[in-house]
């Protein structure tokens, strides 16, 4: 690794009798220390004594066999695995080309088994872990803390199951989880595994946690969700403390419940409710006794006290039981539903650049195989290593790597509740130094807001036991790569910045610890079965040193396996641009070491705060106001989100543009969204720049948005009048 060296990799083939020869030539080069143009910085070679991937050229071996002997590679991977029914014949059968049929991809289809089993039973009874710490859950004030064991989590994901099984769940059936970051939320998401249920985590609570506010999605996102994969049953609390903000989380439940109604589809005939922060939060004699009090008075409403707090608890009899009611009383004993590898795991609900969310689909093996092998790699996991992720469960990089990969590998990691600045600016690092904490993953928006607050909180903890740190979700400027590498890491701890997405399933584009030199702001180099390419508007293949869009040649076994109940959303949205590729919809661009960096999104889908925004969904929440006529949405860089929303609003005549309009504008979004998608910036537009066949150009409202006044080519506009007035009406804060 020291110097620039060529890797040739060449494949040929030879068809006799036509004369015809194909030669394939894969380059890779190393980065070396010559390097003048960016810093590069190399493994530190105490990881490198004790790695799973110790250097690169292990890294390009294993990488090598995976693409070139795909079945073998993922059948070893496999074995690790408890398995009813081995895979056995073809692992990997797919079509990535709409024009050849229906967009598919199997792996191990038709071999039998179960992820419970083997990220629980696997772990307890052939590994002996039943006594190892899987989750330290830390709550919302550093005073509330619990430990799980692996066995622990055993019996109670089984009471659950029965419960659920109780509550008439059965196999194929969907449930939606609307839980806080505490035990139960894993523990539900396991038991519907266990019994082949598929859940469906609706919310992103609280997004990344970075604001003390509650950030989540409203109660109609979670109505339209419920609705969209039709569950039977759903699984809440009463309240959460984040930060000093109390959310009653049952009352929205409610209220999406209602709304299910209205819509016409309700569905939901249970939802249970956990006790959480009347009994573990509060945990007082006294709430308790108020609790028992209301219930024996038989009103509808029961409350919960917390420092002086008094919150409602709507309560229907008929429909709402409490989650201790019905699963403390029940066996420790449940038999895993033998599944087939393809059958549904879970659905998670993305923004989509139509407006409507899209429930992407993954399925038991594949996911089971890919989450495992990523997050024993990018981490490079080792029994001793206490792992902290900080992301909510509730998304993508919960569900990979909060429970399904740290539990397949039997980590012990940190479950934590609460937000980076509550009760104080240095609450992660006093955690870190807390538990130990050897490998943490977080987000670029949660770096960027905890760098505001300078080194000092970062130093007033022991952060020795650091050994890797991660990045998700959004790029990750150079800036915080560097204080998140010498401030936080002490200048010893690689920073692993992982590019992946809700339909990957697990990293595709990551550097391992041990063996990728790191260029800060890029996400380095492709997992193992990866195939990357970057592709001009044309869908032409570009080689070398390029920038376009970025795509995957095949699939990895983590792979989305579809849209919940849209194949045709599927296949358009990810397949139809550019046949024979999966399509992630961001740009890309390959350096001379071919390294890759991601530019942004090529779509009309804004990434805030790490969490993906579709702008049709935000216009069509504003267009609902009575006052407005027309409405434009872009993205503006912002110093702590990486970009936030910019609105361009016309007014219906007879309409003023005035300050409590604008409020109700933000609240218009809030309620139909959720605060997570309240607009910074509303402005006037009296007009909205068009070309003449009537199509907004959004590249214009970009650049009067970040006040760009080079706008290059105009002569497609209708009316090239519409830009000086919108200069003129601009929003200069927010
Ligand atoms: O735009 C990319 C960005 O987040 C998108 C995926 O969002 P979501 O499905 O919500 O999943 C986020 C967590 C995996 C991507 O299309 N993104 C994610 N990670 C990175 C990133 N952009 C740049 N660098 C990353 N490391």
Same mark, same amino acid.
């Given at each position: 690794?020291?110097?620039?060296?060529?890797?040739?990799?060449?494949?040929?083939?030879?068809?006799?009798?036509?004369?015809?020869?194909?030669?394939?030539?894969?380059?890779?080069?190393?980065?070396?220390? *010559? /390097?003048?143009?960016?810093?590069?910085?190399?493994?530190?070679? /105490?990881?490198?004594?004790? %790695?799973?991937?110790?250097?690169?050229?292990?890294?390009?071996?294993?990488?090598?066999?995976?693409?070139?002997?795909?079945?073998?590679?993922?059948?070893?991977?496999? *074995?690790?695995?408890?398995?009813?029914?081995?895979?056995? +014949?073809?692992?990997? *059968?797919?079509?990535? /080309?709409?024009?050849?049929?229906?967009?598919?991809?199997?792996?191990?289809?038709?071999?039998?088994?179960?992820?419970?089993?083997?990220?629980?039973?696997?772990?307890?009874?052939?590994?002996? #872990?039943?006594?190892?710490?899987?989750?330290?859950?830390?709550?919302?004030?550093?005073?509330?803390?619990?430990?799980?064991?692996?066995?622990?989590?055993?019996?109670?994901?089984?009471?659950?199951?029965?419960?659920?099984?109780?509550?008439?769940?059965?196999? +194929?059936?969907?449930? %939606?989880?609307?839980?806080?970051?505490?035990?139960?939320?894993?523990?539900?998401?396991?038991?519907?595994?266990?019994?082949?249920?598929?859940?469906? %985590?609706?919310?992103?609570?609280?997004?990344?946690?970075?604001?003390?506010?509650?950030?989540?999605?409203?109660?109609?996102?979670? %109505?339209?969700?419920?609705?969209?994969?039709?569950?039977?049953?759903?699984?809440?609390?009463?309240?959460?403390?984040?930060?000093?903000? #109390?959310?009653?989380?049952?009352?929205?439940?409610?209220?999406?419940?209602?709304?299910?109604?209205?819509?016409?589809?309700?569905?939901?005939?249970?939802?249970?409710?956990?006790?959480?922060?009347?009994?573990?939060?509060?945990?007082?004699?006294?709430?308790?006794?108020?609790?028992?009090?209301?219930?024996?008075?038989?009103? #509808?409403?029961?409350?919960?006290?917390?420092?002086?707090?008094?919150?409602?608890?709507?309560?229907?009899?008929?429909?709402?039981?409490?989650?201790?009611?019905?699963?403390?009383?029940?066996?420790?004993?449940?038999?895993?539903?033998?599944?087939?590898?393809?059958?549904?795991? !879970?659905?998670?609900?993305?923004?989509?650049?139509?407006?409507?969310?899209?429930?992407?689909?993954?399925?038991?093996?594949?996911?089971?195989?890919?989450?495992? #092998?990523?997050?024993?790699?990018?981490?490079?996991?080792?029994? /001793?290593?206490?792992?902290?992720?900080?992301?909510?469960?509730?998304?993508?990089?919960?569900?990979?790597?909060?429970?399904?990969?740290?539990?397949?590998?039997?980590?012990?990691?940190?479950?934590?509740?609460?937000?980076?600045?509550?009760?104080?600016?240095?609450?992660?690092?006093?955690?870190?130094?807390?538990?130990?904490?050897?490998?943490?993953?977080?987000?670029?928006?949660?770096?960027?807001?905890?760098?505001?607050?300078?080194?000092?909180?970062?130093?007033?903890?022991?952060?020795?036991?650091?050994?890797?740190?991660?990045?998700?979700?959004?790029?990750?400027?150079?800036?915080?790569?560097?204080?998140?590498?010498?401030?936080?890491?002490?200048?010893?701890?690689?920073?692993?910045?992982?590019?992946?997405?809700?339909?990957?399933?697990?990293?595709?584009?990551?550097?391992?610890?041990?063996?990728?030199?790191?260029?800060?702001?890029?996400?380095?180099?492709?997992? !193992?079965?990866? *195939?990357?390419?970057?592709?001009?508007?044309?869908?032409?293949?570009?080689?070398?040193?390029?920038?376009?869009?970025?795509? !995957?040649?095949?699939?990895?076994?983590?792979?989305?396996?579809?849209?919940?109940?849209?194949?045709?959303?599927?296949?358009?949205?990810?397949?139809?641009?550019?046949?024979?590729?999966?399509?992630?919809?961001?740009?890309?661009?390959?350096?001379?070491?071919?390294?890759?960096?991601?530019?942004?999104?090529?779509?009309?889908?804004?990434?805030?705060?790490?969490?993906?925004?579709?702008?049709?969904?935000?216009?069509?929440?504003?267009?609902?106001?009575?006052?407005?006529?027309?409405?434009?949405?872009? +993205?503006?860089?912002?110093?702590?989100?990486?970009?936030?929303?910019?609105?361009?609003?016309?007014?219906?005549?007879?309409?003023?543009?005035?300050?409590?309009?604008?409020?109700?504008?933000?609240?218009?979004?809030?309620?139909?969204?959720?605060?997570?998608?309240?607009?910074?910036?509303?402005?006037?537009?009296?007009?909205?720049?068009?070309?003449?066949?009537?199509?907004?150009?959004?590249?214009?409202?970009?650049?009067?948005?970040?006040?760009?006044?080079?706008?290059?080519?105009?002569?497609?506009?209708?009316?090239?009048?519409?830009?000086?007035?919108?200069?003129?009406?601009?929003?200069?804060?927010?």
């Amino acid at each position: 690794c020291k110097t620039n060296t060529l890797y040739l990799d060449m494949q040929v083939r030879c068809k006799t009798n036509t004369l015809y020869l194909d030669i394939h030539l894969t380059v890779m080069v190393v980065p070396g220390r *010559q /390097d003048k143009e960016e810093k590069i910085y190399y493994p530190p070679e /105490d990881l490198q004594m004790n %790695a799973h991937v110790p250097n690169f050229n292990s890294y390009l071996a294993l990488y090598k066999r995976s693409i070139e002997e795909p079945e073998e590679f993922w059948r070893d991977a496999a *074995q690790e695995f408890y398995w009813k029914e081995s895979p056995s +014949g073809q692992i990997l *059968q797919f079509n990535f /080309d709409v024009t050849k049929g229906n967009i598919s991809m199997k792996f191990m289809a038709g071999a039998k088994t179960n992820m419970c089993y083997n990220v629980l039973d696997r772990n307890v009874l052939d590994r002996n #872990l039943g006594e190892k710490v899987a989750y330290l859950w830390e709550g919302n004030l550093p005073a509330h803390h619990q430990t799980i064991t692996y066995g622990q989590l055993l019996k109670q994901v089984c009471r659950c199951a029965n419960a659920l099984k109780q509550t008439g769940v059965k196999k +194929g059936d969907r449930v %939606a989880i609307y839980l806080p970051m505490i035990p139960e939320l894993v523990v539900t998401m396991l038991a519907c595994a266990r019994i082949g249920a598929v859940h469906s %985590a609706v919310v992103r609570l609280i997004i990344w946690p970075c604001y003390s506010q509650f950030a989540g999605f409203s109660s109609e996102s979670l %109505a339209e969700r419920i609705v969209d994969a039709q569950c039977s049953v759903l699984v809440t609390a009463d309240g959460v403390y984040r930060g000093e903000k #109390l959310i009653n989380l049952k009352q929205i439940s409610d209220e999406a419940l209602e709304h299910c109604q209205e819509k016409g589809s309700p569905t939901v005939q249970k939802c249970v409710v956990v006790k959480h922060h009347a009994l573990r939060a509060s945990g007082t004699d006294e709430c308790n006794k108020l609790q028992v009090g209301l219930n024996i008075m038989s009103t #509808l409403k029961i409350y919960n006290l917390y420092k002086n707090v008094v919150i409602l608890t709507p309560w229907n009899a008929e429909r709402d039981v409490w989650w201790q009611d019905i699963v403390d009383s029940e066996s420790e004993q449940c038999d895993p539903e033998w599944l087939d590898a393809e059958d549904p795991l !879970f659905i998670l609900y993305t923004s989509g650049s139509t407006g409507k969310p899209k429930g992407v689909l993954h399925t038991v093996a594949g996911y089971l195989l890919y989450t495992s #092998l990523t997050f024993k790699y990018v981490f490079d996991h080792h029994h /001793d290593d206490v792992y902290w992720c900080t992301a909510d469960i509730g998304w993508i990089t919960g569900h990979s790597y909060i429970a399904y990969g740290p539990l397949a590998n039997g980590a012990t990691s940190v479950l934590f509740e609460g937000v980076p600045v509550y009760p104080h600016v240095g609450r992660y690092w006093e955690v870190i130094e807390k538990y130990g904490v050897s490998k943490f993953y977080t987000a670029p928006t949660a770096i960027r807001l905890l760098m505001k607050y300078g080194r000092e909180p970062v130093e007033k903890y022991d952060l020795s036991s650091l050994r890797v740190l991660g990045t998700v979700g959004e790029p990750i400027n150079p800036e915080a790569w560097l204080w998140y590498h010498d401030a936080v890491g002490q200048g010893r701890c690689p920073v692993v910045d992982t590019f992946w997405q809700t339909e990957t399933g697990g990293h595709v584009l990551t550097p391992l610890p041990a063996a990728t030199p790191l260029k800060p702001g890029s996400a380095t180099l492709p997992f !193992f079965g990866v *195939q990357p390419c970057i592709l001009n508007e044309h869908g032409e293949e570009l080689q070398g040193e390029a920038e376009g869009y970025l795509v !995957f040649r095949k699939p990895w076994p983590g792979i989305m396996r579809g849209i919940y109940g849209n194949q045709e959303r599927f296949e358009s949205t990810y397949f139809r641009k550019f046949p024979g590729f999966y399509v992630t919809g961001d740009g890309c661009r390959r350096d001379k070491d071919g390294y890759y960096w991601i530019t942004g999104r090529m779509d009309d889908m804004l990434n805030v705060s790490g969490h993906l925004l579709s702008t049709a969904e935000v216009e069509g929440a504003l267009s609902e106001h009575a006052a407005v006529a027309e409405v434009a949405v872009v +993205g503006r860089p912002h110093p702590l989100k990486g970009e936030c929303l910019y609105c361009f609003v016309t007014l219906k005549d007879s309409h003023e543009f005035t300050h409590d309009l604008v409020e109700e504008l933000k609240g218009k979004v809030r309620e139909k969204i959720g605060p997570i998608a309240t607009p910074d910036f509303i402005q006037n537009a009296p007009g909205l720049p068009k070309t003449r066949s009537g199509k907004i150009m959004r590249r214009v409202l970009r650049q009067i948005a970040r006040n760009e006044k080079d706008l290059g080519d105009l002569s497609t506009l209708a009316d090239s009048k519409v830009v000086d007035v919108l200069f003129s009406y601009r929003c200069k804060t927010a």
